[in-house]
């Protein structure tokens, strides 16, 4: 079975940084994309970013200029260097991946359990 596993979130003071890791293990055949999501406490979960086999990106407008989205295709690995960080970033980031486990499984949609970012001073 597939897991994805983040690592790295925390508290960080306004102004900060922090750099999350994903690591998705387990029976991979092929990693379509990968990406990074956020839920703050009572709003919806938004996309952050996302990147793509091919290392093409897309980030939200609340983002862009600050955070930086990579993969190391051979690690089966995504980040996100997160900087200037300011109290409303602060949520938990969901990493999710679009992969196929096998060559006959198809592509599916699978997501780690978050790691909490809070920024505050």
């Known amino acids: 079975q597939v897991q994805l596993v983040e690592s790295g979130g925390g508290l960080v003071q306004p102004g900060g940084s922090l750099r999350l890791s994903c690591v998705a293990s387990?029976?991979?055949?092929?990693?379509?994309?990968m990406g990074w999501y956020r839920q703050a406490t009572g709003k919806q979960r938004e996309l952050v970013a996302t990147?793509?086999?091919?290392?093409?990106?897309n980030y939200a407008d609340s983002v862009k200029g600050r955070f930086t989205i990579s993969r190391d295709n051979a690690k089966n690995t995504v980040y996100l260097q997160m900087t200037s960080l300011k109290p409303e970033d602060t949520a938990v980031y969901y990493c999710?991946?679009?992969?196929?486990?096998?060559?006959?499984?198809?592509?599916?949609?699978?997501w780690g359990q978050g790691t909490q970012v809070t920024v505050s001073s």
């Open positions: 387990g029976t991979i055949f092929s990693i379509n994309y």
């Open positions: 990147i793509t086999s091919g290392a093409g990106t």
């Open positions: 999710k991946a679009l992969l196929a486990a096998t060559r006959a499984s198809g592509l599916a949609i699978y």
